[in-house]
């Protein structure tokens, strides 16, 4: 017998090509570990639950009601369950078409994409349509399908800033496509230079690739920045004069760690800067209930707005969205909660504030513990996590750590991360997972381990880097940057 369609070496290349570093080789050592009884501390993916952030309440328990319906029949109902959500879950019920175990439309819920499009309006100050918006299972599979649409073949480029979270470097490669690296400026917080924009779509170009869209991730994963207004204004004139479409990955627009530079969508920018110029450029942005102070990961919710595109190419994003059938109807009516949140007076509305107030300062006094952590440890540097859920420092590792990393047959800082997480548990993403500039070094972990834990944390990760700068350093010196 000859080989077979599912025997490895017959495989569409494409898949073999795939490489997703957050579930890569140090998640499978973590994994490993565990087996053998070792404590590890998951950092390696922002699953805020997973590290025992507690769900909201009231989404909880409007969405319990809508699972179990019956419950809304029982006469004691009312002292389990607070009045506004026996009244929101009715209120959901009343939009599906047979409750949650019934396929939803393949564009979402109507009566949800409503709500997301008002909660659009009220962030933005711009009406939205609710046509143009598409509920999926989470953002990853909205950013997956409009990505299948955009590219046709090897000669599309998707320009993605590196470092870049790598569903968009697994998602290219899958469909064919060529990634073309722009890369953010460590020194300048993360920032993005329109030049080196320029730069790269230049070099790609000269290499007769078509260069078909752009993405932003605001704020960035897994380097934390916000973009101020003056960048998103330069990105939307960059994107109208090279005629990109814009893919804005939005979904961490509830984790902000600062005041100077609050979130502000694309989409509102575009609207601001007025004709031609937002009424041509393409925009498709996506938004989730994994992140935020939600942290719903395993509920598969998203959605994604588009703005700019005619009722045909639509329709053809339908005509995909349909061969799935139907978007997951529970994480559908999160996303409705989310974006429709309880108002002042209702009865569950302190205790909501009290809840995703909470997380959200702690996610901030977090991400300042570990910023400063990571700088007080020896030949590491670390800009500010502004936003998102993640810290990217810089580990600048000693030529002797470098040749005992070649020896063991592994990048630098896959080196360290596995040294890192033999001795610590510390389960992190070598910066090579996400892109970097050549000779440059990092690992991303996530801000997510439980406050009481993360003095613990730091100090285990300082103990393990300054040893490991010891061991390889043999009167090496480096000056800090």
Same mark, same amino acid.
């Given at each position: 017998?000859?080989?077979? +369609?599912?025997?490895?070496? =017959?495989?569409?290349?494409?898949?073999?090509?795939?490489?997703?570093?957050?579930? @890569?080789?140090?998640?499978?050592?973590?994994?490993? /570990?565990?087996?053998?009884?070792?404590?590890?501390?998951?950092?390696?993916?922002?699953?805020?639950?997973?590290?025992?952030?507690?769900?909201?309440?009231?989404?909880?328990?409007?969405?319990?009601?809508?699972?179990?319906?019956?419950?809304?029949?029982?006469?004691? &109902?009312?002292?389990?369950?607070?009045?506004?959500?026996?009244?929101?879950?009715?209120?959901?019920?009343?939009?599906?078409?047979?409750?949650?175990?019934?396929?939803?439309?393949?564009?979402?819920?109507?009566?949800?994409?409503?709500?997301?499009?008002? #909660?659009?309006?009220?962030?933005?100050?711009?009406?939205?349509?609710?046509?143009?918006?598409?509920?999926?299972?989470?953002?990853?599979?909205?950013?997956?399908?409009?990505?299948?649409?955009?590219?046709?073949?090897?000669?599309?480029?998707?320009? &993605?800033?590196?470092?870049?979270?790598?569903?968009?470097? +697994?998602?290219?490669?899958?469909?064919?496509?060529?990634? &073309?690296?722009?890369? %953010?400026?460590?020194? +300048?917080?993360?920032?993005?230079?329109?030049?080196?924009?320029?730069?790269? &779509? +230049?070099?790609?170009?000269?290499?007769?690739?078509?260069?078909?869209?752009?993405?932003?991730?605001?704020?960035?994963?897994?380097?934390?920045?916000?973009?101020?207004?003056?960048?998103?204004?330069?990105?939307?004139?960059?994107?109208?004069?090279?005629?990109?479409? /814009?893919?804005?990955?939005?979904?961490?627009?509830?984790?902000?760690?600062?005041?100077?530079?609050?979130?502000?969508?694309?989409?509102?920018? %575009?609207?601001?800067?007025?004709?031609?110029?937002?009424?041509?450029?393409?925009?498709?942005?996506?938004?989730?209930?994994?992140?935020?102070?939600?942290?719903?990961?395993?509920?598969?919710? @998203?959605?994604?707005?588009?703005?700019?595109?005619?009722?045909?190419?639509?329709?053809?994003?339908?005509?995909?969205?349909?061969?799935?059938?139907?978007?997951?109807?529970?994480?559908?009516?999160?996303?409705?909660?989310?974006?429709?949140?309880?108002?002042?007076?209702?009865?569950?509305?302190?205790?909501?504030?009290?809840?995703?107030?909470?997380?959200?300062?702690?996610?901030?006094?977090?991400?300042?513990?570990? =910023?400063?952590?990571?700088?007080?440890?020896?030949?590491?540097?670390?800009?500010?996590?502004?936003?998102?859920?993640?810290?990217?420092?810089?580990?600048?590792?000693?030529?002797?750590?470098?040749?005992?990393?070649?020896?063991?047959?592994?990048?630098?800082?896959?080196?360290?991360?596995?040294?890192?997480?033999?001795? =610590?548990?510390?389960?992190?993403?070598?910066?090579? @997972?996400?892109?970097?500039?050549?000779?440059?070094?990092?690992?991303?972990?996530?801000?997510?381990?439980?406050?009481?834990?993360?003095?613990?944390?730091?100090?285990? #990760?300082?103990?393990?880097?300054?040893?490991?700068?010891?061991?390889?350093?043999?009167?090496?010196?480096?000056?800090?940057?």
């Amino acid at each position: 017998m000859g080989l077979k +369609a599912l025997d490895y070496e =017959t495989l569409n290349e494409n898949v073999k090509k795939v490489q997703y570093a957050v579930r @890569g080789e140090l998640y499978l050592r973590a994994s490993e /570990l565990q087996k053998e009884g070792k404590k590890i501390i998951f950092t390696n993916v922002g699953n805020p639950h997973a590290l025992g952030q507690k769900p909201l309440t009231f989404p909880r328990q409007v969405v319990a009601l809508c699972q179990a319906p019956f419950l809304l029949d029982d006469p004691n &109902v009312g002292l389990l369950f607070p009045a506004d959500a026996i009244a929101r879950a009715k209120h959901y019920l009343s939009l599906t078409s047979g409750g949650l175990g019934a396929y939803s439309d393949s564009r979402g819920i109507p009566g949800v994409r409503k709500e997301v499009a008002e #909660f659009i309006e009220r962030r933005d100050g711009y009406p939205s349509d609710p046509e143009l918006i598409f509920l999926t299972d989470g953002a990853s599979k909205g950013v997956m399908q409009i990505l299948n649409c955009i590219i046709r073949g090897q000669g599309d480029g998707i320009l &993605v800033p590196v470092p870049q979270y790598p569903l968009y470097s +697994a998602t290219i490669s899958l469909l064919g496509g060529s990634l &073309v690296p722009y890369y %953010l400026e460590e020194s +300048a917080n993360w920032g993005l230079d329109i030049d080196n924009l320029r730069e790269s &779509v +230049a070099q790609a170009r000269f290499k007769g690739i078509s260069v078909r869209a752009m993405v932003i991730i605001n704020p960035g994963n897994p380097t934390g920045q916000c973009l101020s207004e003056a960048n998103l204004r330069e990105i939307l004139n960059f994107c109208y004069q090279e005629n990109l479409v /814009l893919l804005g990955d939005e979904v961490y627009q509830q984790n902000i760690y600062q005041d100077e530079r609050p979130f502000i969508s694309a989409r509102k920018v %575009l609207m601001d800067m007025g004709a031609p110029i937002s009424k041509e450029v393409q925009l498709v942005s996506f938004h989730t209930v994994s992140k935020g102070y939600w942290g719903e990961c395993g509920q598969r919710g @998203g959605y994604f707005e588009m703005t700019n595109l005619s009722p045909q190419a639509v329709d053809e994003i339908y005509k995909i969205a349909s061969i799935a059938l139907s978007p997951n109807v529970p994480a559908q009516i999160f996303m409705g909660l989310m974006v429709n949140p309880l108002k002042p007076g209702d009865i569950s509305y302190e205790q909501f504030v009290r809840e995703s107030q909470g997380i959200l300062e702690s996610l901030r006094r977090r991400a300042r513990l570990m =910023t400063d952590g990571f700088n007080s440890c020896k030949n590491v540097v670390c800009n500010f996590t502004e936003g998102a859920m993640y810290s990217f420092p810089q580990i600048r590792l000693p030529p002797k750590a470098m040749e005992a990393a070649k020896k063991a047959g592994k990048v630098p800082d896959v080196f360290y991360c596995l040294k890192l997480l033999e001795a =610590t548990g510390i389960s992190t993403v070598p910066g090579s @997972g996400f892109g970097q500039k050549e000779g440059v070094f990092h690992l991303r972990t996530t801000i997510l381990p439980a406050e009481e834990d993360m003095p613990a944390i730091m100090s285990s #990760f300082k103990k393990f880097n300054d040893e490991f700068m010891d061991q390889y350093e043999d009167n090496w010196n480096h000056s800090r940057m």
